[in-house]
């Protein structure tokens, strides 16, 4: 079978070509279904429509994507991932008779912080931002004791920001977003206490309790719908909100903000330069690429330099395109070992 599945991969092609004669087969009725990130979501759509099939995309976020793609009956195609697939879920799809997960590498995202285009620059660090939404923090002077986060306001995390109460309308538990945040920003911050960085050589798992975001109302989950998120924040104008970098570039009135001190741009996304930046995915299974060559021709067109690439139909959206765009790999779901195809 990987054999098999090797040589299609290798052979699939744009799309608007014909496909490899194994993978000549009747197409099934219905739509090509997508579950998983938002972000990836419009960039399925795109994809399907090159590729002369009509998808229905439900953003589902990148977990429940995942669950879909390998549920009993596979009831999606494609699951779109704003962050590569763990080992548990590999495992969950070889329980669910999914033996091998195809995976394809899509490009760069950045995740950004965003506010009225009317407000003042409010430029953070990651230590800015852990001592503004984590849970609990040092409670100072050398005790490294945790308690209750109590700030109210900006200028208390840090002298020279300004007079502005904290407010960060951030994506929901379960959020591909919301767990790259913590990772790349309130970890990272939160290791610029030194207590807490030496908490995190001794005792990780405290550490990573430690990184838990408020339910005080300064951090607000948004309930996963960008457009409401950016709504809401056109009328709210102490609020900061945290968007994909790809959504940030199709919401009016609103602004990126600087972190660390670099402002996201697909340049400083695409050379490391912004930091807050993850990969985003598209994941389909053997069983699928098999049956279906409306598959295989999405499969392609992911794969496709004209769509993926530099000045590409999905970098123009505001896709970045990562070095490893278009890059492919099979997934032995019994193993969780993995067959890297070239491009």
């Known amino acids: 079978m990987i054999g098999i599945l090797l040589s299609l991969l290798a052979l699939a092609a744009p799309a608007g070509t014909d496909l490899p004669e194994e993978a000549a087969a009747p197409v099934p009725p219905g739509p090509i279904r997508v579950a998983g990130s938002s972000t990836v979501a419009p960039f399925a759509l795109v994809v399907a429509s090159s590729a002369d099939g009509h998808a229905v995309v439900s953003q589902t976020g990148t977990t429940a994507g995942l669950a879909a793609l390998c549920a009993e009956g596979q009831p999606v195609a494609f699951a779109g991932a704003s962050r590569q697939v763990r080992p548990e879920e590999v ?3 070889a329980e669910g008779s999914v033996a091998t997960l195809v995976e394809l590498e899509l490009g760069l995202d950045g995740i950004v912080l965003v506010q009225g285009e009317k407000q003042r620059e409010l430029s953070l660090t990651a230590h800015d931002l852990y001592r503004a939404v984590a849970r609990t923090v040092p409670l100072g002077d050398g005790n490294c004791r945790l308690v209750p986060n109590r700030v109210r306001n900006w ?3 840090r002298a020279a920001l300004p007079d502005r109460p904290i407010m960060v309308l951030g994506p929901p538990q379960g959020s591909a977003t919301r767990e ?4 790349l920003a309130v970890r ?5 206490e030194p207590c807490l960085a030496a908490l995190e050589r001794e005792d990780e798992p405290a550490f990573l309790d430690s990184l838990r975001l408020r339910d005080d109302g300064a951090w607000v989950d948004t309930g996963g719908s960008d457009g409401a998120a950016a709504y809401a924040l056109t009328r709210m104008p102490d609020a900061i909100g945290i968007f994909s970098f790809v959504h940030a570039l199709k919401q009016e009135g609103l602004e990126t903000l600087s972190f660390d001190g670099v402002h996201p741009t697909a340049a400083t996304v695409a050379d490391g330069r912004y930091t807050l930046v993850r990969r985003a995915y598209l994941y389909t299974t053997a069983g699928q690429l098999t049956r279906d060559p409306r598959v295989m021709r999405m499969v392609g067109a992911f794969r496709d330099p004209a769509l993926v690439g530099p000045g590409g139909v999905l970098t123009a959206m ?4 990562g070095e490893e765009a278009g890059r492919a790999r099979l ?3 019994a ?3 993995d067959t890297p195809l070239r491009r």
């Open 331 to 333: 997934i032995d779901t």
């Open 180 to 183: 790259a945040l913590i990772e």
């Open 318 to 321: 505001g896709l970045v395109a």
């Open 91 to 93: 495992t969950r799809c």
């Open 335 to 337: 193993t969780g070992e």
């Open 188 to 192: 990272t911050g939160a290791r610029a």
């Open 155 to 157: 200028r208390d995390v």
